[in-house]
Structures are given as structure tokens and as C-alpha cells.
């Protein structure tokens, strides 16, 4: 009697723990789930959880994610956000520069299921946020490839990255 007594002593105890790891790990406030509609490609900064947005258009100061009607153009601004810095001239481009390093996915900035989407990314990834329930997330790496109204051209030299999203 005292056996069986300790052996659902020790089945408790062990569903305890585990219910105590899920309740930690799906309590994680997500950079990427609880992120707000965005328009643009963002970078996200894997080991920081830091998120910017790379806007070539005004975005509209009312409607998260969708575009300003009228667009001021022709202005040169510097970026700087999530270890990146860069420039951005509106309406046409913005080149962003970063150093792939391997740095590990910070797991109190994302949820199970985005460090799951994460997974093959390294230092960075470039990231879809316009619906935040289902981000799509794209390695840095030498590519090109269209997003929305957006041409995404990321080439490599010297073990940097520059990214330049045109405006279609």
C-alpha cells in the first residue's frame, strides 16, 4: 500500500513540473505574435527580440500595417533599431547592413511556435508581420525575392549583409 501510495506521489510530481515548464514557456510575451500589423519586411534581432520595421512608404498613423494615402518623397533619414543602422530615402529604398553572428535565439523574446518558425535563421531574420498571427520569417542569406509592393535584394560581402527593400 505505501508503494502504490508514492508512485502517484512521484506521478503528481511529475506532472506537476511539466504542467509548470508549459505554463512558463506559453506564458512568453512573443516580440512577433504581440507585434502590431506592419506593412514593411522588418529585421528582427534574434538575440534581443528587437524588431524594425524597414518602411520604404509613410505608413498611415491610424491604420496599423496599411499604407499613408499621401506619401512624402524624397527625404534621406538614417535607420537605426534592433543592432542595425541604415539609411532610407522615402518612396524609393532602405539598405540596412548587418553582421551575421551566432548568436543563439533569445527564448524569453519569442514563443515556442515563431522559435520554431525562427529555427533556420541565424543572428537576423526577415521577417512578414502583416498578419502577426502568422508571421513568415525569412533566413538572411544571399537572395532576392518579392513581398507584397517590396523588391528584396540581400547581398553578401566581407561576412556583412546589406539589405535593400525597393518599392515596387
Known amino acids: 500500500m505505501k508503494k502504490r501510495i508514492w508512485w502517484i506521489l512521484i506521478i503528481a510530481v511529475i506532472f506537476i513540473v511539466v504542467g509548470l515548464f508549459y505554463i512558463r514557456d506559453s506564458s512568453v510575451e512573443c516580440c512577433l505574435c504581440n507585434s502590431a500589423p506592419l506593412h514593411a519586411p522588418a529585421l528582427v534581432n534574434l538575440s534581443t527580440g ?17 499604407l ?6 524624397g527625404t534621406f533619414s538614417f535607420i537605426r533599431g534592433a543592432g542595425v543602422s541604415g539609411y532610407r530615402e522615402s518612396g524609393k529604398y532602405v539598405k540596412a547592413t548587418v553582421t551575421l553572428e551566432g548568436s543563439q535565439i533569445n527564448k524569453r ?28 520569417a525569412y533566413p538572411v542569406s544571399e537572395r532576392n525575392f518579392e513581398l507584397r509592393c517590396y523588391k528584396i535584394d540581400i547581398v553578401e560581402t566581407e561576412n556583412k549583409f546589406t539589405i535593400t527593400v525597393k518599392g515596387k
Do not use: H, M, N, W
Request: hydrophobic share 30%.
Open 50 to 66: 528587437e524588431i524594425l520595421e524597414l518602411t520604404v512608404y509613410d505608413t498611415d498613423p491610424f491604420r496599423p500595417g496599411e
Open 68 to 73: 499613408a494615402e499621401e506619401q512624402l518623397t
Open 109 to 136: 523574446s519569442f514563443c515556442r511556435e515563431c522559435r520554431q518558425l525562427l529555427a533556420g535563421c541565424k543572428g537576423y531574420a526577415l521577417v512578414d508581420i502583416y498578419d502577426p498571427c502568422q508571421p513568415v
